[in-house]
């Protein structure tokens, strides 16, 4: 069960984040550095959907990325990657909703989609294992 949770947190984290990433580039207006790379790699036409990318897919794809991090920590009782892992979609959603209103949003999602794209990139080199069997880790939790 453990290797099972583990492969797909680990395939969902970076299809999340990627998803994220596309996301944010179909939007030129709300984030132009990130659309400007995506209308130079050929993603330009995904401007028409600008509404359902800012909307519904980038908190959507936040959401996967923010629960299937906090998934993982079951998967290998690593709480400091799990944190970090959760950390870019949490500034990513934040900024997204209660900073939207405020002029440095846009910078702290970069930040949150950044974070996203380093954890995944990250999680595909060097995976997470499992630090301590079911015995060590349950004797842990009762301390």
Same mark, same amino acid.
């Given at each position: ?35 400007? =790379?995506?209308? !130079?790699? #050929?993603?330009?036409?995904?401007? +028409? /959907? ?6 519904? $897919?980038? %908190? ?6 923010? =629960?299937?991090? !906090?998934? #993982?920590?079951?998967?290998?009782? +690593? /709480? ?6 959760? $950390?870019? %979609? ?26 996203? $794209? ?26």
């Amino acid at each position: 069960m453990a290797i099972f949770l583990s492969q797909l947190t680990r395939i969902g984290k970076s299809t999340g984040a990627l998803g994220a990433l596309i996301s944010a580039m179909g939007c030129a207006m709300c984030f132009p550095a990130i659309a400007s =790379l995506g209308a !130079a790699i #050929g993603l330009g036409f995904l401007a +028409q /959907w600008e509404g359902l990318f800012i909307n519904t $897919l980038l %908190p959507a794809f936040a959401w996967l990325v923010l =629960l299937l991090n !906090a998934l #993982g920590w079951f998967a290998h009782r +690593q /709480w400091r990657r799990s944190v970090l892992g959760m $950390l870019g %979609p949490t500034i990513l959603l934040l900024s997204l909703y209660p900073w939207f209103k405020y002029g440095w949003s846009s910078y702290a999602t970069y930040i949150g989609i950044g974070l996203m $794209l380093a954890v995944s990139v990250w999680d595909l080199r060097s995976p997470a294992n499992r630090r301590c069997d079911d015995v060590q880790c349950a004797a842990g939790a009762e301390r």
